[in-house]
């Protein structure tokens, strides 16, 4: 989510608050990763504002998840309505499918959201978005999942919901810069994590289309493609989620395709999720079941 200073047209903390508190988080299953929906034996949404016990929130949003030693984990943005910036909660579960809200685990004098969680060498590791710190900041569990601590910069840029991915024994990252108009996806790319990271020379790979530029969760591999899932912004911010396949991802070339099935998270015509969905985090459990996080409001 954006920094939440820029949500509204200087509104003061009470009304802000209330306008946002119908951001909440849900869990969709599915076949695939593009065919989810809200599974029968279980309520949406699964986490709201008012499950937060040790911080006023306002919203919840952006959730990402992690199995680890049985236990089903979800990082999200709880916006802070005292302290007007979003801070990092977690929940955990049994099954994927019930969540139990624990706490807020990270918190820093800037805007924290996007909690890209991976899992590296033995490690768990997080790329926030901090936007507002006009950096990309990667974070490393000190002891997962309840104490974070930052590692090092990895570009000093002022982008959103930096999303990164594995391919081909490199690393990319896709980055919302400048994210004001949520219209330029920009590509990284870098041999080692915490090496020096390039700007992909098709880079932006994508100008001027707030249909499209903006990560909208993981970049998942599915069936041996690469699913880019993206927000439609183009009516309003967190419309609805569209997914495109990277056809070709090479230090030198960039191609992706719309998904047939896209858009692949919309708006209910009522409930918690009427008025737009805007983030997806798809999990592929071992069962052959796709688990999904989302949010909506």
């Not at 849900?26 to 699964?46: A, H, K, M, W």
């Not at 901090?130 to 974070?148: C, E, G, Q, V």
């Not at 899932?229 to 419309?239: E, K, R, V």
Request: net charge negative.
């Amino acid at each position: 989510m954006p920094s939440l200073s820029k949500r509204c047209d200087q509104p003061s903390k009470t009304s802000w608050a209330e306008a946002q508190h119908r951001w909440a988080i849900g869990i969709y299953t599915g076949s695939s990763p593009l065919c989810l929906s809200s599974p029968r034996d279980i309520q949406n949404p699964v986490l709201t504002y008012k499950d937060v016990t040790d911080a006023r929130a306002a919203f919840l949003a952006d959730p990402f998840i992690a199995f680890n030693a049985g236990l089903w984990h979800m990082f999200f943005e709880v916006a802070n309505a005292e302290s007007d910036k979003g801070e990092i909660g977690l929940a955990t579960s049994p099954d994927g499918l019930r969540w139990n809200y624990r706490q807020i685990v990270l918190t820093e004098p800037y805007h924290l959201s996007y909690p890209y969680i991976f899992h590296w060498e033995g490690d768990h590791y997080m790329i926030p978005e901090t936007l507002t710190a006009n950096a990309i900041r990667l974070y490393k569990a000190d002891s997962f999942p309840t104490r974070w601590s930052c590692v090092g910069t990895l570009l000093s840029v002022r982008g959103a919901d930096p999303s990164l991915l594995r391919f081909n024994d490199l690393w990319w990252l896709f980055v919302c810069a400048p994210a004001a108009r949520s219209d330029t996806l920009r590509l990284y790319y870098s041999q080692d994590l915490m090496g020096a990271w390039q700007e992909h020379p098709c880079s932006p790979i994508i100008e001027g289309d707030a249909r499209i530029a903006r990560p909208a969760g993981r970049v998942t591999l599915w069936d041996d493609r690469l699913i880019r899932f993206t927000q439609d912004c183009q009516t309003h911010y967190g419309a609805q989620v569209r997914a495109f396949e990277i056809t070709l991802l090479t230090p030198k070339s960039y191609s992706e395709k719309e998904a047939e099935v896209s858009p692949v998270l919309s708006a209910a015509t009522d409930g918690w999720n009427s008025l737009g969905m805007h983030h997806v985090d798809p999990y592929l459990t071992k069962d052959g079941v796709w688990t999904a996080c989302v949010d909506g409001r």
